[in-house]
T-cell receptor, first 112, second 113 residues
């Protein structure tokens, strides 16, 4: 089955700097890669997702890149703000043919 | 914006007791899911449900677990005889279509004593 590895487990950045979180997956059939943000005690919220027919997707300060050959995808947050502080989870699936498999999460702290 | 809702927000139970966790998916969604998250760990898939039957389940979803859509709106997860290791946050999610974006509910924090 699918295995998703996520790095780093914790990340501290100064406000205004960029943050990058990386994930690798094992199943070459996976073609859907969402990123969820989870604030303490709250539900995971989708912030961006990418499907395998594109290599990059951007939404304001957030971007995701996908390298299908290398089986890795990354989340990029630019101009970080304190409210970006949360745990970020990557996930992968075969568009519903397989369940979402999550990474272990990255705790991002943005220091003002 | 419609959201997935879950009740109760917190549940404390004694080991061996049955619990039922309730979810109301987004109204036009057809695919429903349960996940659990043990404190400080990643989100783990339990089961998916479509057209009144289980589509897929994980190894975690053993005979102690069951799911049901008793009416047109609720989607429930039952744990028949809870164990200490069932203590976790349980999230319900729904999606409009197969492989579509999954929207998560706020979770039920279950504590088994």
């Amino acid at each position: 089955g699918e295995n998703v590895e996520q790095h780093p487990s914790t990340l501290s950045v100064q406000e205004g700097d960029s943050a990058v979180i990386k994930c690798t997956y094992s199943d070459s059939a996976s073609n859907y890669f969402p990123w969820y943000k989870q604030e303490l005690g709250k539900r995971p919220q989708l912030i961006i997702d990418i499907r395998s027919n594109v290599g990059e997707k951007k939404d304001q300060r957030i971007a995701v890149t996908l390298n299908k050959t290398a089986k890795h995808f990354s989340l990029h947050i630019t101009e970080t703000q304190p409210e970006d502080s949360a745990v970020y989870f990557c996930a992968a699936s075969d568009s519903g043919n397989t369940p979402l498999v999550f990474g272990k999460g990255t705790r991002l702290s943005v220091i003002a | 914006e419609p959201e997935v809702t879950q009740t109760p927000s917190h549940q404390v139970t004694q080991m061996g007791q049955e619990v039922i966790l309730r979810c109301v998916p987004i109204s036009n969604h057809l695919y429903f899911y349960w996940y659990r998250q043990i404190l400080g760990q990643k989100v783990e898939f339990l089961v998916s449900f479509y057209n009144n039957e289980i589509s897929e389940k994980s190894e975690i979803f053993d005979d102690q677990f069951s799911v049901e859509r008793p009416d047109g709106s609720n989607f429930t997860l039952k744990i028949r005889s809870t164990k200490l290791e069932d203590s976790a946050m349980y999230f319900c999610a729904s999606s409009e279509r197969r492989g579509g974006t999954q929207y998560f509910g706020p979770g039920t924090r279950l504590l088994v004593l």
